[in-house]
């Protein structure tokens, strides 16, 4: 049973950065696909990024693509959503997710990760 630990969610004005971070316990954390999602109240999570756990293949939001990064450093067990040039609309509470994945890949869908953080804050706001 892995555990998911996220950190770095806050207030931050239009065109500002903020880096995410999600450490992971529990279980080996070489072995989970990651990946991010965000949720605003009233409406369903929403996928932001995802990244395979060894060959680095990553996929991206159309949404975010070309503001975020995500990236993971197994060695420490963390997983890292780096995002640029945000916006009013990036507000959201943010979810670091991983799932046990044996095959390189990357999820989009929600229903396919197993372990969820409690989720860190992120607003947009001037």
């Known amino acids: 049973q892995a555990r998911l630990v996220e950190s770095g969610g806050g207030l931050v004005q239009p065109g500002g950065s903020l880096r995410l971070s999600c450490v992971v316990s529990g279980g080996t954390f070489s072995t989970y696909a990651t990946g991010w999602f965000r949720q605003v109240p009233g409406q369903s999570r929403e996928f932001v990024a995802a990244?395979?756990?060894?060959?680095?293949?990553?996929d991206y939001a159309d949404s975010v693509k070309g503001r975020v990064t995500i990236s993971r450093d197994n060695a420490k067990n963390t997983v890292n959503l780096q995002m640029n040039s945000l916006k009013p609309e990036d507000t959201a509470v943010y979810y670091c997710?991983?799932?046990?994945?044996?095959?390189?890949?990357?999820?989009?869908?929600?229903?396919?990760?197993?372990?969820w953080g409690q989720g860190t804050q992120v607003t947009v706001s001037s």
């Open positions: 990244i395979s756990r060894f060959n680095g293949r990553t």
């Open positions: 997710a991983a799932r046990p994945d044996y095959g390189g890949g990357v999820y989009r869908a929600s229903a396919d990760y197993n372990y």
